[in-house]
């Protein structure tokens, strides 16, 4: 059976080569870890075979390898500076600070103070002063050089839609509990496509990538029973559909992949304020109208610790005792095989 404990998981983790905790001889960070020997392998087994699946095996996807780097203005159009926060309180007794939704029961309400806005995003300052008027974000997501950039693929390879940009690469978010181990950390990787199409076509493209994407995840060899479907009953501002892909976590079914019908908000927001031509040439319609995303986002991470978590298992030996065992799924096992040598001496 599954082994069902964080901390046992975290500890083989640690043991086996797998993660570390970053600077870990000066204390460690919380929300940083560093990915081992192990670690690094399975790590990159899953991004090939996300990448496989998305990108190679498909005739309708380009790959893309944006900067981290984000310009401001970027992420100021398409909503992040504004809405990308969370709800932050301190505790007047122990001096803690939480999440509004997050609080512990030992807390009491009247130590609390009143919630107020946190943005999650890294600021840091772009060339030789720091006089505050320079500076970028650590991009929050992966999503947004995809949408700047549309125009830049639709025109180096004459793609016509319905075709997506992939990429995976690194996001940061300033979360204000970075907890459980590396479901939520402040460094993650993400594995993102947005799937640009023709407007009044998202309800059939949305379908067909929640079954898409759930194909992939299973063709893994995870049971089934460990994912399901979650429907967003509140959307996001620029969505007008989404549901998450779950799993079932050693701390109970969480999100680990998002898919999302994005509408035209962001590449409608970026060409208004770039006041840069985006729209897209339809050569069957001859017409021009702002393409329709939906997209399929999934932390790298998170995938992960699904994996590890999955495989993780404590197997009843008949002698009564038991021991841990690692059965990782064959395709993306960090050691294929092993060379065992025997001696003919007596």
């Known amino acids: 059976m599954p082994a069902k404990n964080i901390d046992e998981l975290i ?10 905790q970053s600077s870990e001889i000066y204390g460690g960070t919380q929300g940083l870890y560093d990915y081992g020997p192990l670690g690094v392998e399975l790590k990159n087994n899953i991004k090939n075979s996300w990448w496989k699946s998305v990108v190679y095996e498909r005739d309708d996807v380009e790959g893309l390898d944006a900067s ?8 100021k159009y398409s909503g992040h500076e504004e809405t990308f926060t969370d709800p932050l309180v301190d505790c007047k007794s122990c001096g803690e600070r939480f999440r509004a939704d997050q609080v512990p029961d030992y807390c009491k309400k009247e130590d609390l103070t009143e919630p107020r806005q946190f943005n999650l995003m890294f600021k840091t300052n772009v ?9 970028a974000y650590l991009r929050p997501e992966t999503a947004q050089q995809i949408f700047t950039n549309f125009k830049n693929v639709v025109d180096s390879t004459s793609r016509t839609l319905p075709f997506g940009i992939a990429q995976i ?4 978010r300033n979360e204000i509990i970075a907890r459980q181990f590396i479901f939520r950390m402040r460094e993650f990787e993400q594995m993102e496509m947005q799937f640009f199409i023709k407007p009044g076509e998202q309800k059939k493209w949305y379908e067909f990538w929640k079954e898409t994407r759930m194909k992939w995840h299973l063709s893994l060899g995870i049971n089934q029973d460990k994912y399901r479907f979650h429907n967003h009953e509140k959307l996001a501002h620029y969505a007008d559909a989404a549901c998450d892909i779950e799993f079932e976590f050693p701390f109970g079914f969480k999100e680990l992949e998002g898919i999302h019908s994005r509408t035209d908000f962001d590449l409608s927001n970026h060409e208004k304020f770039s006041s840069k031509q985006i729209k897209y040439f339809d050569p ?8 329709y995303v939906i997209e399929t986002s999934i932390g ?8 590890f978590s999955q495989s993780l298992n404590i197997e009843k030996l008949d002698d009564g005792t038991e021991r841990t065992v690692l059965k990782i799924p064959i395709i993306l096992a960090s050691n294929k095989c092993c ?3 025997t001696s003919d001496a007596a």
Do not use: E, H, N
């Open 11 to 20: 500890a083989l983790c640690k043991r086996r080569g797998f993660i570390f």
């Open 68 to 75: 981290i780097l984000t310009k401001q203005a970027v992420l």
């Open 127 to 135: 060339g030789p002063i720091d006089d505050g008027s320079s500076y």
């Open 169 to 172: 690469g690194k996001a940061f």
């Open 284 to 291: 069957f319609d001859q017409k021009k109208y702002t393409p």
């Open 300 to 307: 790298l991470d998170r995938m992960f610790l699904a994996v």
């Open 339 to 341: 060379l065992l040598y």
